[in-house]
């Protein structure tokens, strides 16, 4: 009788820790999953840059070996050239900053506006291609992205003789770059895309270039910034600040 009562007793002992045992996980998990669902925004933010394959991304090794430690910000101008670029080269050759720029194969084949791309080139700045007609329906639904992107790239190369891997999605590479088509060909063409991680919405700025300058300053919080411009000329205005 003794030993039986001890038995159950120990029993029940078991039965109770096991309890708990199996509470106490519970409550590790829903703290795990608690954490994971608060932490969710602030990894969609980052998620931006990150969607594209990393296969997708600029190599480091392409990057150049002295690469900058600390803040660095990279200015990036889309949509030229146009009757405005030697004045951006101007501003940039004053403050002595070399720039990226991602022009566009209709602009580009304009033979006035030829000059000031060689110039840019010259100068040390990057010159990307930003597609032929900027359509989304050719682009992206149509799926002539890497047509568009090589046509672009033959036109900068045979005006500069360069010859830029870094392409810049028209409306960014999300959501147009999530067909899976595209991105087999843009892997194959070895073309690398360059996204941003800052939106200076410039263009919505008309006669406003402070207001340019305060839309990036309320987005500047990585220690490594990709800022989208546009050649406009309220951004030729903001630019020297
Ligand atoms: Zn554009």
Redesign the pocket.
Known sequence: MHTLQSYSKRSSLKKKRRRLVVVLLAIILMILLIGKLTSAPEEEVVAKENTIPSALLPEKETRPAEEPTGKVVYLTF??GPTTLTNQFLDVLEEQDIPATF?M?GIHLQKINLQESVKRATEEGHYVGA??MT?SKEKIYDNGLFVSEMEETRSLIQAITGTNPKLV?P??GSVPGLKNQHIRNQIAEAGIKIWDWTIDSNDWKFKDNPNQIVESIKSQTKRNTEVILL?ENEQTLQALPT
């Open positions: 889309d949509d991602f566009q930003h597609s900027h810049r028209p409306y546009h």
